[in-house]
Nanobody, 124 residues
Framework: QVQLVESGGGLVQAGGSLRLSCGAS????????MGWFRQAPGKEREFVAA????????SYADSVKGRFTISRDNAKNTVYLQMNTLKPGDTAVYYC?????????????????WGQGTQVTVSS
């Protein structure tokens, strides 16, 4: 079973950038499809981005297309989320998640493995 730990969150001004990392232990992430989700206060957890095992298939939420980039380095057992042109509406706890079934998925319930999350706050 894989354990996931997110890092890289923080406070940034609108228009700024952050790069989140998700480090894995216990299993190699090459066995998993990886996803990023976020949850703002009082809102449901929502899909941000997902990447297939090889990185050849990627999906983004419409709200982040063109601003966020998901990538993975299987040799380092790490997945990244590069976030550019951040907006106050991007403020949330960001979670890394993993699933073993072949296809990229966008529902939180499709992912059985989760990290603890990292806070991203974008000030206006």
């Amino acid at each position: 079973q894989v354990q996931l730990v997110e890092s890289g969150g923080g406070l940034v001004q609108a228009g700024g950038s952050l790069r989140l990392s998700c480090g894995a232990s216990g299993r190699t992430i090459s066995d998993y499809i990886m996803g990023w989700f976020r949850q703002a206060p009082g809102k449901e957890r929502e899909f941000v981005a997902a990447i297939s095992r090889s990185g050849g298939s990627i999906s983004y939420a419409d709200s982040v297309k063109g601003r966020f980039t998901i990538s993975r380095d299987n040799a380092k057992n790490t997945v990244y989320l590069q976030m550019n042109t951040l907006k106050p509406g991007d403020t949330a706890v960001y979670y890394c998640a993993a699933r073993t079934i072949l296809s990229v998925a966008t529902r939180p319930t499709d992912y059985p493995y989760w990290g603890q999350g990292t806070q991203v706050t974008v000030s206006s």
